[in-house]
């Protein structure tokens, strides 16, 4: 079985980690945004949804019923927070600040509590069925599910802590993306382990 797809997934998320992670620790250092953390942060993240997808393929069997809910959650969840990283780093940050918190009063202030929600619900849930696999380090689910949830909380949780939540969920993604690449590896030489997608 052609295990190229989860490369892929796994090199996706080996750049969405090392970008989120860079991220955190260059606004930790600097202590505000640049347009480089902006694009790192803003360009990188919708790549963890290949990582996702990955991830579930390699697992499915060992996840279940369960396991598939979670990676529904999960993956509607990272999809609309990955539009909102879009916007708030590209273009959220260049606007007037009472321009900002005008459009937070209206209909945006729930659709971003919504995602927030829903991407906090998928974290968790997901990080629990990849926990209950066996198969991927716990370590590297602890730093993804603690980091990821302080991104989903990013309007709320002051800018340090996020910062924070970039280089954890960040060391976690790329800790993740390399289980998975080892994994493709592996199925290379051992047809026991190759992945069945149908």
């Known amino acids: 079985m052609d295990t190229s797809l ?6 996706a998320g080996l750049v969405c980690g090392a ?3 860079l991220a955190g620790a ?5 202590g505000h ?5 902006q ?6 993240v919708p790549l963890g949804i290949g990582l996702l997808i990955g991830l579930y393929l390699w697992q499915r069997h060992r996840l279940g019923r369960f396991g598939t809910a979670a990676f529904v959650v999960q993956f509607l969840g990272f999809g609309y927070f990955a539009g909102i990283a879009y916007a ?10 009472s321009v900002v918190d005008e459009l937070l009063e209206g ?3 729930y659709a971003f509590l919504a995602t927030a929600i829903l991407a906090l619900t998928g974290t968790w849930l997901f990080g629990a069925a990849l926990l209950r696999s066996g198969s991927v380090p716990k370590a590297a689910v602890a730093l993804y599910v603690v980091g990821l949830s302080a991104l ?17 969920g960040g060391a976690g993604l790329v800790w993740l993306a390399v289980a998975l690449w080892r994994h493709a590896r592996d199925s290379e030489s051992s047809p026991e382990l190759r992945p069945a997608y149908g």
């Open 6 to 11: 989860l490369r892929l997934s796994a090199a």
């Open 39 to 44: 694009i790192l942060n803003g360009g990188s």
């Open 152 to 168: 989903c909380l990013t309007f709320l949780l002051p800018a340090p802590v996020v910062r924070i939540g970039h280089v954890l």
């Open 88 to 97: 708030r780093n590209v273009v959220l940050v260049y606007l007037d600040r």
């Open 19 to 21: 970008a989120i992670a």
């Open 33 to 37: 945004k640049v347009t480089l953390t």
């Open 107 to 109: 209909p945006a202030r």
């Open 26 to 30: 260059l606004e930790s250092a600097i």
